[in-house]
């Protein structure tokens, strides 16, 4: 290994990367210590086991990645604006288009989403934290670690380039040599140990500490899908676990998993990898329609429609996410009956899907609608997604798709669904969710701004993608000349992809503005919310959530409370609380895991070890630390309480 | 726009009719070959049931946002409603009708695809072997003994059955006016019917990216009447240089070609289906090494772009080494 293969350089568009990370690194430090703010972001946010806090901070890192990956977005889009643009080089577009598909989806819309489940979830079914506070604080340090080893690729060592897929053997040693694939490899294997274990986190807690009451089939729809998202996580977490350890192995220890050389098998890594992916898929689906399901009922004061079926869909949908991973390689040639069966498999969720779209439908018929934000992004979601939805039908006709697949037809059908659930979810969960994490609603006037520029940017940049499609355009091309006949469209796209960068510069703002201006929240329920989550005594729930744990006898408890006139804060007598407490292992042990990440990407496999013992030691040293957490006091809840009391 | 009726009819047709003639052009929607033909019915018949469920769920949407939207005068406002068995039943039922609509001729032409077309099947197919190389396509013509780079000639009205496989990376062929793509593997065979009825040029790439030169990784297809087909192999077999393995080797390197013909094939001594490693093993003979782009060297070695001479040697690569 030598300097010139470590430092990215003569690149002016990195170099300038380069020196922004630089000096906003430099802006930072200076600002935690000129504010004295170290022991603050220590004591408060690093080892914080807060559950509320950690939602928080991950929603702050996918804002970030949100970011990132849409910089990377906008460069495609400038590059293929017009023909024979030579913006970016093979080389570079072909990094971008990794790093963009994967962060969006590892580093964006999961933490994202489960930065929201976070936030939510315990206050939803009545809990005072996550059943396993310490996990919570090492799964979200595992996510940073994961996120920040991958990001660095693209200023040392270089970015990997083959596809967020990474299908063998193009992600080889041989085709693909430098240590940038190396990143993606470890980069999603620290990250994915802090997915898996959010999932059996979130498991126990939505089973064992749901408040009194609170049947299963009395849960919030977000709660439910929450749930079969964890068990989704569960099942499918380990498939790509062990695909990208033997991936690891190969590139670093020169096994044959997948490589084309002593018998292995490169399409085994295709369907390892969709094993998971299309799980994946679902894992960040399900959890939007249970943000929408949650404020379509809100502004609609009304009742979910058809709540059974509603739970009986999301368990056949995920079901069904593990039996349909073979429509993304009809093309692989594995035979008329195996096709015909993955063709049916895959139109079969669209019945589910279906019955989903028409209850939220009639859950607003009948109904007071009021178009808030969160609402407005709910209802565009409707629209949007059936667009994405029946393209996906379109695509799962197995006959039909040897002409869309790897197109310009199937990477806008993927952002039709993915943008239009799971992107106008988080924005919806967002908004929704923001007077509850911090006593202030967005503003809605700039709210509403940021909505309709982002929809029609949205529609703009993806619609004409699938006559691209159609007119032959492959995905992944970096380059096309005049006679292909694809500009106008793709320009087109290309000034829409900019008006979605502009609306995100509007939501910055917008949270800048608020910040500023928003008048204070004091009752707690913002929205005349009809979930417990609205319950808590406070505009931002203190630690322990709940001074005591409303008891659950109707679904939609809080709108149920309010009907009869229940004050759920007026209460008697306190008793103590108890709660975890905070941690500085899992921060430690985060930095062990980069030092041993970073180690294995070059290769210097001393540093591996050194890091390996480094967690090892963590976990030692957690084995025999007894302190099980420390008691509230009546005296502080009442003083707690009492602020809360007179803010109003 | 919305109280002037009579624009927005306009412009619901000035839309409709230019997204209609933009169809038309469209290539995969423009089909000259029967595989074609069959998958564009396919997606001409899903589109059509598409739009009614895109129509249904929009104006449903449009109308209960417009009804019950909060205002003054607010009507039938039930917030109890739990449900309704008789209408779930209902939307259920019809998508499961619509699923089984699509899936027949979906499974049909599936089955059909794996064939030869009808039509024609009583004709012998013409086999090509499409051998995928990073970023090159090599066809040969096993029957008779014909190999060429980054161009593929075919007779017209008849069965063309491609045998794909790879040298290295997972390619894709696709000639979108005459069919859809499938995967060129390297170690497997996949098989590909496809056929022209009309006389021309139409472009085919590969689909599945591959790395560095994906995007130029192009060839045509040129559709000559059966008569100008064969005299095209006669000149071929006599006129054309053979291929030897040495020069071969050349193509094995990744980079770039220019269209070559040689009157021999590369199936006398390596086929990809079954030999993996042929084209690593080629690149030491080459005395070729794959280089992180990011490294000084990576930066300063450029891609071989080859060329065939007039005696029909292959130029454009020595070794590495001269490159640096």
Redesign the interface.
């Given at each position: 290994m030598?300097w010139?293969?470590f430092i990215?350089t003569?690149d002016p568009l990195i170099l300038g990367a380069q020196i922004s990370i630089l000096i906003s690194a430099i802006g930072a430090v200076f600002v935690l210590t000129y504010f004295k703010k170290w022991k603050w972001l220590w004591d408060e946010w690093i080892t914080s086991v807060d559950h509320k806090k950690l939602g928080i901070m991950y929603i702050l890192i996918a804002i970030l990645m949100f970011f990132r990956g849409g910089i990377d977005a906008l460069m495609m889009r400038t590059q293929l604006a017009a023909p024979n643009m030579t913006f970016l080089d093979?080389?570079h577009y072909?990094e971008i288009f990794t790093t963009h598909g994967t962060i969006m989806i590892i580093f964006m819309a999961m933490p994202f989403l489960i930065g929201l489940m976070n936030v939510v979830i315990p206050l939803q079914i009545g809990a005072r934290d996550v059943a396993f506070p310490f996990l919570n604080n090492l799964s979200f340090w595992t996510f940073v670690i994961g996120m920040g080893l991958f990001n660095i690729s693209f200023i040392i060592?270089?970015s990997p380039?083959?596809?967020w897929t990474s299908?063998m053997?193009?992600a080889s040693?041989?085709?693909?040599?430098?240590?940038?694939q190396n990143y993606y490899l470890l980069g999603l294997q620290i990250s994915g140990i802090g997915t898996l274990a959010t999932g059996i986190n979130m498991m126990v807690t939505i089973f064992k500490m749901r408040a009194k009451g609170m049947k299963l089939m009395m849960m919030p729809m977000f709660t439910w899908t929450t749930l079969i998202t964890s068990m989704i996580i569960v099942l499918a977490f380990p498939v790509l676990t062990i695909a990208l350890a033997e991936m690891t192995f190969d590139r670093l220890f020169g096994t044959h998993f997948f490589n084309?050389?002593?018998g292995?098998m490169?399409?085994l890594w295709a369907n390892l990898f969709w094993i998971w992916g299309h799980p994946e898929v679902y894992i960040v689906a399900l959890p939007a329609f249970g943000i929408f399901s949650e404020i379509i009922t809100t502004f609609?004061?009304?009742?979910l429609?058809?709540?059974?079926?509603m739970v009986y869909s999301i368990v056949a949908i995920s079901v069904l996410s593990f039996l349909v991973w073979v429509h993304h390689?009809f093309?692989?040639?594995s035979?008329?009956v195996v096709?015909?069966f993955f063709?049916?498999t895959t139109?079969?969720i669209?019945?589910p899907t279906?019955?989903k779209?028409?209850?939220w439908?009639?859950t607003?018929?009948?109904?007071?609608?009021?178009?808030s934000t969160p609402m407005l992004w709910s209802?565009a979601f409707?629209?949007n997604f059936?667009?994405g939805g029946?393209?996906g039908?379109?695509l799962a006709?197995?006959?039909?798709?040897?002409?869309?697949?790897?197109?310009y037809f199937l990477v806008s059908h993927f952002h039709y669904v993915l943008i239009a659930a799971t992107v106008f979810a988080c924005f919806a969960g967002f908004i929704y969710w923001y007077p509850k994490m911090f006593g202030y609603k967005l503003n809605e006037r700039i709210g509403k701004w940021f909505f309709w520029i982002f929809v029609a940017g949205f529609n703009i940049c993806f619609f004409p993608q699938y006559?691209l499609?159609?007119?032959?355009m492959?995905?992944?091309?970096?380059?096309?000349g005049v006679e292909d006949g694809w500009f106008a469209l793709n320009f087109i796209s290309t000034v829409g992809a900019f008006i979605m960068g502009l609306a995100f510069i509007i939501l910055v703002y917008n949270i800048y503005y608020s910040f500023r201006y928003s008048p204070r929240e004091t009752t707690g329920d913002a929205w005349g919310g009809r979930t417990l989550e609205w319950a808590t005594s406070s505009a931002i729930p203190p630690h322990y959530n709940f001074a005591k744990v409303p008891e659950v006898t109707a679904m939609d408890p809080y709108w149920d409370m309010k009907e009869k006139g229940i004050d759920p804060n007026k209460i008697d007598k306190y008793e103590k609380i108890h709660m975890p407490s905070n941690t500085a292992v899992p921060f430690v042990m985060g930095c062990f895991m980069f030092l041993a990440g970073f180690g294995l990407v070059f290769e210097w496999f001393w540093m591996g070890i050194v890091g390996a013992i480094g967690i090892f030691a963590c976990m030692a040293y957690r084995s025999f630390d007894y302190n099980d957490g420390y008691y509230v006091s009546v005296e502080e809840i009442e003083e707690t309480e009492k602020r809360a009391r007179e803010a109003k | 726009m919305l109280k002037n009726g009579k624009s927005l009819k306009w412009l619901a047709f000035l839309a409709l009719s230019l997204f209609l003639s933009?169809?038309g052009?469209?290539?995969?929607?423009d089909p000259k070959g029967p595989v074609?033909e069959?998958?564009?019915w396919?997606?001409w018949f899903?589109?059509g049931f598409?739009l009614l469920?895109?129509l249904v769920?929009?104006i449903?949407?449009t109308v209960?946002?417009v009804k019950?939207?909060?205002r003054e005068d607010?009507k039938?406002?039930?917030?109890?409603?739990?449900?309704?068995h008789k209408?779930?039943i209902i939307?259920?039922i019809i998508?499961?009708i619509i699923?089984i609509i699509?899936?027949v001729p979906?499974?049909m032409?599936?089955?059909?695809?794996?064939e030869a077309p009808a039509a024609t099947a009583h004709k012998e197919p013409v086999v090509v072997h499409a051998t995928s190389v990073?970023w090159k396509w090599i066809f040969s013509y096993p029957e008779v003994g014909i190999e060429t780079v980054n161009y593929l000639n075919i007779p017209t009205d008849r069965p063309i059955l491609f045998k794909?496989t790879s040298a290295?990376?997972?390619a894709?062929l696709?000639i979108?006016q005459l069919?859809?793509?499938?995967?060129n593997?390297?170690?497997?065979e996949?098989?590909?019917y496809l056929q022209a009825n009309e006389v021309g040029t139409y472009?085919g790439?590969n689909?599945?990216?591959?790395?560095?030169?994906?995007?130029?990784q192009k060839f045509d297809v040129v559709a000559l009447e059966q008569g100008d087909f064969d005299a095209w192999v006669e000149e071929t077999q006599s006129d054309a240089p053979e291929l030897t393995q040495e020069e071969y080797d050349k193509l094995m390197v990744?980079g770039s070609s220019s269209e070559m013909t040689f009157s021999s094939t590369h199936l006398d001594w390596v086929d990809h289906s079954t030999d993996?490693?042929y084209?690593?093993n080629a690149w030491e003979r080459m005395g070729y090494e794959?280089?992180?782009?990011?490294?000084?060297a990576?930066?300063a070695y450029e891609m071989p772009a080859l060329t065939q001479s007039d005696s029909g040697e292959i130029e454009g690569f020595e070794s590495q080494a001269a490159n640096e």
């Amino acid at each position: 290994m030598k300097w010139d293969e470590f430092i990215i350089t003569g690149d002016p568009l990195i170099l300038g990367a380069q020196i922004s990370i630089l000096i906003s690194a430099i802006g930072a430090v200076f600002v935690l210590t000129y504010f004295k703010k170290w022991k603050w972001l220590w004591d408060e946010w690093i080892t914080s086991v807060d559950h509320k806090k950690l939602g928080i901070m991950y929603i702050l890192i996918a804002i970030l990645m949100f970011f990132r990956g849409g910089i990377d977005a906008l460069m495609m889009r400038t590059q293929l604006a017009a023909p024979n643009m030579t913006f970016l080089d093979s080389l570079h577009y072909n990094e971008i288009f990794t790093t963009h598909g994967t962060i969006m989806i590892i580093f964006m819309a999961m933490p994202f989403l489960i930065g929201l489940m976070n936030v939510v979830i315990p206050l939803q079914i009545g809990a005072r934290d996550v059943a396993f506070p310490f996990l919570n604080n090492l799964s979200f340090w595992t996510f940073v670690i994961g996120m920040g080893l991958f990001n660095i690729s693209f200023i040392i060592g270089g970015s990997p380039s083959a596809g967020w897929t990474s299908y063998m053997p193009l992600a080889s040693n041989e085709l693909n040599p430098g240590p940038g694939q190396n990143y993606y490899l470890l980069g999603l294997q620290i990250s994915g140990i802090g997915t898996l274990a959010t999932g059996i986190n979130m498991m126990v807690t939505i089973f064992k500490m749901r408040a009194k009451g609170m049947k299963l089939m009395m849960m919030p729809m977000f709660t439910w899908t929450t749930l079969i998202t964890s068990m989704i996580i569960v099942l499918a977490f380990p498939v790509l676990t062990i695909a990208l350890a033997e991936m690891t192995f190969d590139r670093l220890f020169g096994t044959h998993f997948f490589n084309l050389t002593n018998g292995g098998m490169p399409m085994l890594w295709a369907n390892l990898f969709w094993i998971w992916g299309h799980p994946e898929v679902y894992i960040v689906a399900l959890p939007a329609f249970g943000i929408f399901s949650e404020i379509i009922t809100t502004f609609s004061k009304k009742r979910l429609f058809g709540y059974n079926a509603m739970v009986y869909s999301i368990v056949a949908i995920s079901v069904l996410s593990f039996l349909v991973w073979v429509h993304h390689f009809f093309t692989m040639g594995s035979g008329a009956v195996v096709n015909s069966f993955f063709s049916i498999t895959t139109m079969a969720i669209s019945i589910p899907t279906g019955v989903k779209i028409f209850n939220w439908l009639l859950t607003m018929h009948k109904g007071r609608i009021t178009f808030s934000t969160p609402m407005l992004w709910s209802v565009a979601f409707i629209p949007n997604f059936v667009i994405g939805g029946v393209t996906g039908v379109m695509l799962a006709m197995a006959a039909a798709d040897y002409q869309y697949h790897n197109t310009y037809f199937l990477v806008s059908h993927f952002h039709y669904v993915l943008i239009a659930a799971t992107v106008f979810a988080c924005f919806a969960g967002f908004i929704y969710w923001y007077p509850k994490m911090f006593g202030y609603k967005l503003n809605e006037r700039i709210g509403k701004w940021f909505f309709w520029i982002f929809v029609a940017g949205f529609n703009i940049c993806f619609f004409p993608q699938y006559f691209l499609g159609l007119d032959g355009m492959p995905r992944r091309i970096h380059i096309y000349g005049v006679e292909d006949g694809w500009f106008a469209l793709n320009f087109i796209s290309t000034v829409g992809a900019f008006i979605m960068g502009l609306a995100f510069i509007i939501l910055v703002y917008n949270i800048y503005y608020s910040f500023r201006y928003s008048p204070r929240e004091t009752t707690g329920d913002a929205w005349g919310g009809r979930t417990l989550e609205w319950a808590t005594s406070s505009a931002i729930p203190p630690h322990y959530n709940f001074a005591k744990v409303p008891e659950v006898t109707a679904m939609d408890p809080y709108w149920d409370m309010k009907e009869k006139g229940i004050d759920p804060n007026k209460i008697d007598k306190y008793e103590k609380i108890h709660m975890p407490s905070n941690t500085a292992v899992p921060f430690v042990m985060g930095c062990f895991m980069f030092l041993a990440g970073f180690g294995l990407v070059f290769e210097w496999f001393w540093m591996g070890i050194v890091g390996a013992i480094g967690i090892f030691a963590c976990m030692a040293y957690r084995s025999f630390d007894y302190n099980d957490g420390y008691y509230v006091s009546v005296e502080e809840i009442e003083e707690t309480e009492k602020r809360a009391r007179e803010a109003k | 726009m919305l109280k002037n009726g009579k624009s927005l009819k306009w412009l619901a047709f000035l839309a409709l009719s230019l997204f209609l003639s933009g169809c038309g052009n469209m290539t995969v929607l423009d089909p000259k070959g029967p595989v074609a033909e069959s998958q564009a019915w396919l997606i001409w018949f899903s589109i059509g049931f598409m739009l009614l469920i895109v129509l249904v769920v929009f104006i449903l949407l449009t109308v209960i946002l417009v009804k019950y939207r909060e205002r003054e005068d607010h009507k039938g406002y039930q917030p109890e409603i739990e449900g309704s068995h008789k209408l779930e039943i209902i939307w259920t039922i019809i998508p499961v009708i619509i699923v089984i609509i699509l899936s027949v001729p979906t499974i049909m032409t599936i089955f059909e695809l794996e064939e030869a077309p009808a039509a024609t099947a009583h004709k012998e197919p013409v086999v090509v072997h499409a051998t995928s190389v990073n970023w090159k396509w090599i066809f040969s013509y096993p029957e008779v003994g014909i190999e060429t780079v980054n161009y593929l000639n075919i007779p017209t009205d008849r069965p063309i059955l491609f045998k794909l496989t790879s040298a290295d990376s997972m390619a894709a062929l696709w000639i979108p006016q005459l069919g859809g793509q499938k995967y060129n593997m390297a170690g497997m065979e996949t098989q590909l019917y496809l056929q022209a009825n009309e006389v021309g040029t139409y472009a085919g790439r590969n689909a599945n990216y591959t790395g560095e030169g994906f995007s130029e990784q192009k060839f045509d297809v040129v559709a000559l009447e059966q008569g100008d087909f064969d005299a095209w192999v006669e000149e071929t077999q006599s006129d054309a240089p053979e291929l030897t393995q040495e020069e071969y080797d050349k193509l094995m390197v990744p980079g770039s070609s220019s269209e070559m013909t040689f009157s021999s094939t590369h199936l006398d001594w390596v086929d990809h289906s079954t030999d993996a490693e042929y084209a690593i093993n080629a690149w030491e003979r080459m005395g070729y090494e794959p280089l992180n782009p990011h490294s000084r060297a990576g930066k300063a070695y450029e891609m071989p772009a080859l060329t065939q001479s007039d005696s029909g040697e292959i130029e454009g690569f020595e070794s590495q080494a001269a490159n640096e």
